[in-house]
T-cell receptor, first 116, second 116 residues
C-alpha cells in the first residue's frame, strides 16, 4: 500500500530557531501533499496544501511566512517552522494520496515539535 | 460548511464486546468517507475508505457503513481486543466547489479503551 514517511518523529529546538520537517511518499508520486497540526486531545487542523512545482495554499489564519512549505519534487514536501516560539509546539502530520479520489489519504507518522 | 461529529467522545468496553462508533456529517455532498485510527503520539492509520456510491466496507473485524443521504456512518468493531484501544477518527472529503480545494474534514474522534 501507499506509504508516507515523515521525519523527524520528534524535535526539540530553541526559541527563535527554525525547524524543517520532511514528508516523503515512498512508493507513489504525489502532486499534492497536506500539512496538518494537532493540539493535545484535539482533531487535526489543515494548515496548508502543498502543490508540486507551485506555491502552497494556506488555510485561513495560518501564517505563510512562519510555516514555509516547499514541494520541490513529486515525492517530497517540506514544512519549515521559522523563528519558532513555544506556542508553535505541537504535533505536525503530513498526508498524501496515491491517485485520485478512488484511493484514500495516507498519513505520515507525525512530528512532535517542542520549542523551549 | 461541512462539519463532522463523532459520538461518543470516549468509550470503555470489556474485551470481547462488539461495539459501534458513530459519525455524522452535515453536508451529503461528499466524494468519500474514511475511518482512521490514531495511537497516542502517532500518525493516522487508514482503516476503511467508503466511496459515496458505496454502502459499506469490511476489513477483518471492522465494518463501516455509509448512509450519505442522512449524513451518517458507523464503524462496527467485532470481538474487541485490548489492541483496539486507540482514538478513531472519521473524515469526509467534500465535493469540490468553485474556488474550493481538495481537503478532508475530520471529526474530533472517539477514544476507545478495551479493558482486558
Amino acid at each position: 500500500g501507499a506509504v508516507v514517511s515523515q521525519h523527524p518523529s520528534w524535535v526539540i529546538c530553541k526559541s527563535g530557531t527554525s525547524v524543517k520537517i520532511e514528508c516523503r511518499s515512498l512508493d507513489f508520486q504525489a502532486t499534492t501533499m497536506f500539512w496538518y497540526r494537532q493540539f493535545p486531545k484535539q482533531s487535526l487542523m489543515l494548515m496548508a496544501t502543498s502543490n508540486e512545482g507551485s506555491k502552497a495554499t494556506y488555510e485561513q489564519g495560518v501564517e505563510k511566512d512562519k510555516f514555509l512549505i516547499n514541494h520541490a519534487s513529486l515525492t517530497l514536501s517540506t514544512l519549515t517552522v521559522t523563528s519558532a516560539h513555544p506556542e508553535d509546539s505541537s504535533f505536525y502530520i503530513c498526508s498524501a494520496r496515491a491517485m485520485g479520489r478512488f484511493y484514500g489519504y495516507t498519513f505520515g507518522s507525525g512530528t512532535r515539535l517542542t520549542v523551549v | 460548511k461541512q462539519e463532522v461529529t463523532q459520538i461518543p467522545a470516549a468509550l470503555s468496553v470489556p474485551e470481547g464486546e462488539n461495539l459501534v462508533l458513530n459519525c455524522s456529517f452535515t453536508d451529503s455532498a461528499i466524494y468519500n468517507l474514511q475511518w482512521f485510527r490514531q495511537d497516542p503520539g502517532k500518525g493516522l492509520t487508514s482503516l476503511l475508505l467508503i466511496q459515496s456510491s458505496q454502502r459499506e466496507q469490511t476489513s477483518g473485524r471492522l465494518n463501516a457503513s455509509l448512509d450519505k443521504s442522512s449524513g451518517r456512518s458507523t464503524l462496527y468493531i467485532a470481538a474487541s481486543q485490548p489492541g483496539d484501544s486507540a482514538t478513531y477518527l472519521c473524515a469526509v472529503e467534500p465535493v469540490l466547489t468553485q474556488g474550493g480545494s481538495e481537503k478532508l474534514v475530520f471529526g474530533k474522534g472517539t477514544k476507545l479503551t478495551v479493558n482486558p
